[in-house]
């Protein structure tokens, strides 16, 4: 090999050399490779749960409560480099925060709020189901707008105007993409209230049948049960099981296992309770929630939910059986119980019959197919709704 070969081999180690010190030097001041938008957001969530450990004064301590830290502080302190810093694209600002929620007293939830101008913004599940629908339908299978108890029947009128006293988004018709998965169960968004909180219920049911309530009723003096939910802190045998499924200790079909990080991600919400005639032909809520039972983890569906998801403008009262057209609450094969009673006789409860609603004595027995509310902090992981690709929950725990 003669000398100019040696020099040209020289000059290429050289370079290799130069270009392996500039990475070195890169790395230095980026903290590494260049990430994905998802790994940032990752890498922000475990700075923070790093510096949780290190300083846990500043966790909540009261269930429910949340605490904010900022990239600010967790860049101060030296856990993590500046955001925009791990970005792929140049001149792109990113900053963000992670909020720390406090569950069941013991289970702390990480949600990060990541943000970088128009390139990445952290997703919420709420926001990427109302993105998925438009943002509201006035016409055919889709989420609706209702406010003020009325559905929004004009496409001009969507999202437009504050001047109403609650709103909400409702899923109405027989083909909407409304499935959650939260590890191997399977859940239904029935709405989106104001606080974007979503109201899930259980695809599911018990394994076994289960009476509504089987006390004896002095009324019709026989042990037919009492159609009131709970009463001063006396229970439904529907609330039990109810808050047994909610524990977890409720044997579900097939054995199914309940995931127990339901319980991480819910809120309490306010169970519409009171009852409402055969005729009632209001579908807003009004007879339900007039009587309220507060902060509970888990319910069942009021008979106003499954009247608002038809589309049939001959779904005139809760036991017409035009209720079930164009209705996906009517596609479920079995019999299970609604959460609202017969104001006119104190021992029926409304169920559903496969594709119908029917006023059944309490101690009939009908499956347990319970609700929840999904807090707004949830985030979209992926999937588009449908039954072959439901949401899926990303979760930092």
């Known amino acids: 090999m ?7 081999i020289a000059i290429l180690l050289g370079l290799i050399f130069a270009i392996v010190i500039l990475i070195l030097i890169g790395n230095l001041f980026t903290g590494g490779a260049k990430l994905s938008y998802e790994k940032i957001e990752e890498k922000l969530v475990k700075a923070a749960q790093k510096y949780a ?7 909540p301590v009261n269930d429910g409560t949340s ?3 900022s990239s600010t502080v967790l860049v101060g302190n030296d856990y993590i480099n500046d ?3 791990y970005a792929k694209d140049s001149n792109v600002n990113c900053n963000g925060s992670v909020e720390i929620y406090l569950t069941e007293g013991e289970h702390y939830d990480y949600v990060p709020n990541f943000s970088c101008g128009n390139k990445y913004n952290t997703t919420h599940l ?14 055919g299978s889709g989420l609706y707008e209702r406010r003020d108890g009325e559905f929004v029947t004009d496409i001009d009128d969507l999202g437009n105007g504050d001047n109403y006293s609650t709103f909400e988004y409702v899923f109405r018709g027989d083909e909407v993409n409304n499935f959650v998965k939260i590890d191997d169960n399977y859940w239904r968004i029935v709405a989106i209230n104001d606080n974007n909180d979503m109201l899930l219920l259980f695809v599911n049911h018990s394994q076994k049948t289960s009476v509504w309530d089987d006390r004896y009723n002095e009324e019709f003096k026989k042990s037919q049960g009492i159609n009131i939910y709970e009463q001063n802190g006396i229970k439904s ?3 039990e099981r109810v808050e047994d499924f909610y524990r977890g200790d409720l044997t579900l079909m097939n054995k199914e296992a309940y995931s127990s990080k339901t319980r991480y991600l819910t809120v309490p919400m306010n169970l519409c309770v009171g ?3 055969n005729t009632d032909s209001d579908i807003s809520g009004n007879a339900e929630c007039s009587v309220v039972l507060e902060n509970q983890y888990a319910g069942l569906l009021p008979a106003y939910y499954y009247m608002s998801a038809s589309l049939d403008s001959n779904c005139n009262s809760i036991i017409s059986k035009s209720c079930g057209n164009y209705n996906y609450l009517s596609q479920f094969d079995d019999y299970w119980w609604l959460l609202t009673a017969n104001s006119e006789h104190s021992n029926e409860v409304y169920g559903v019959a496969r594709n119908y609603v029917q006023s059944n004595i309490c101690s009939y027995k009908n499956n347990i197919r319970p609700t929840i509310m999904l807090g707004s902090r949830v985030l979209y992981e992926e999937g588009n709704g449908s039954e072959s690709n439901p949401y899926t929950i990303k979760f930092y725990d």
Do not use: F
């Not at 450990?53 to 966790?59: G, T």
């Not at 709420?126 to 016409?139: A, F, K, L, M, P």
């Open 67 to 69: 605490v904010t830290i």
């Open 83 to 85: 955001l925009s810093s």
């Open 275 to 277: 009852k409402r005639t």
């Open 2 to 8: 003669d000398k100019k070969m040696y020099k040209y």
């Open 237 to 239: 045998r529907a609330m």
């Open 126 to 139: 709420y926001e990427q189901v109302i993105r998925d629908n438009d943002y509201g339908v006035v016409s």
């Open 53 to 59: 450990k290190d300083h846990p004064a500043v966790l």
